[in-house]
C-alpha cells in the first residue's frame, strides 16, 4: 500500500472558477476526512466520511464546499465560486476507524491558491 | 468550548533534549495524537497516548496525564532533520480530532 494519495499538489485558480480535488485513501480504511489548513495553524475539521455516509460536516462550512465518496473507496471535494480566502493547503487523511484507536493518516495535500 | 494550548516556537540544540508540552480542554477524551509537520507537506503520526503514563519510541517519548489535562513529547539526541512543526491533538467524544496551532522547533548546530 503506497498511502493516501492526492490529487493535484498544486492548483491556481482565479477567483470564481470551481476547483475539485481527490483523494484516494489507504485501500482497508473506511473512514476519509477534509481538513483545511492555513500557516501557522492546525488542521481545521471539514468532514468525512465512514464508507460512502457523509457523517458530519463542520458548521463552519460554506454552502460552495461540497464533498462526495461515491462507492466508499475515493473522495472528491469540490468548491464553488472560488475565493481569495479559500487558498490553504487541502489535506486529506484515511482511518480504519476501529473506534479508539483510530489514528488518520495524510496525504500530501493539494495547495490551493486563488487569484 | 474546546481549546488546544501549546507553546508557539522553541528552539533547541542539535544532540540536547526538548519537551514540548500540550493543555487541553475538550468535551470528552478518546486519546491524544502527536503528529510532526515539516514546512509544506502534510502531518505525519508520531504518537498516541490514552492512558496515563509515558510511551517511548525510540527518540520520541509522549506523556499524558488526564487529570491535569496535559500531555509533553519528549524529542532526545535532536538531529537537525527534527525540525518541524508538532501538532498535539485530542480526539473528543464524537470521536472527532481536536488540533492545536502546532509548535515550530528550530533546532541550531
Known amino acids: 500500500d503506497t498511502g493516501v494519495s492526492q490529487d493535484p499538489r498544486h492548483k491556481i485558480t482565479k477567483r470564481g472558477q470551481n476547483v475539485t480535488f481527490r483523494c484516494d485513501p489507504i485501500?482497508?480504511?473506511?473512514?476519509l476526512y477534509w481538513y483545511r489548513q492555513t500557516l501557522g495553524q492546525g488542521p481545521e475539521f471539514l468532514t468525512y466520511f465512514q464508507n460512502e455516509a457523509q457523517l458530519e460536516k463542520s458548521r463552519l462550512l460554506s454552502d460552495r464546499f461540497s464533498a462526495e465518496r461515491p462507492k466508499g473507496s475515493f473522495s472528491t471535494l469540490e468548491i464553488q465560486r472560488t475565493e481569495q480566502g479559500d487558498s490553504a493547503m487541502y489535506l486529506c487523511?484515511?482511518?480504519f476507524g476501529a473506534g479508539e484507536t483510530d489514528t488518520q493518516y495524510f496525504g500530501p495535500g493539494t495547495r490551493l491558491t486563488v487569484l | 468550548g474546546q481549546n488546544i494550548d501549546q507553546p508557539t516556537e522553541m528552539t533547541a540544540t542539535e544532540g540536547a533534549i526538548v519537551q514540548i508540552n500540550c493543555t487541553y480542554q475538550t468535551s470528552g477524551f478518546n486519546g491524544l495524537f502527536w503528529y510532526q509537520q515539516h514546512a509544506g507537506e502534510a502531518p505525519t503520526f508520531l504518537s498516541y497516548?490514552?492512558l496515563d503514563g509515558l510511551e517511548e519510541k525510540g527518540r520520541f517519548s509522549s506523556f499524558l496525564s488526564r487529570s491535569k489535562g496535559y500531555s509533553y513529547l519528549l524529542l532526545k539526541e535532536l538531529q537537525m532533520k527534527d525540525s518541524a512543526s508538532y501538532l498535539c491533538?485530542?480526539?473528543?467524544?464524537?470521536?472527532?480530532?481536536?488540533w492545536g496551532a502546532g509548535t515550530k522547533l528550530i533546532i541550531k548546530p
Open positions: 491533538a485530542v480526539m473528543d467524544s464524537n470521536y472527532q480530532l481536536i
Open positions: 487523511a484515511s482511518s
Open positions: 485501500s482497508e480504511h473506511n473512514r
Open positions: 497516548n490514552v
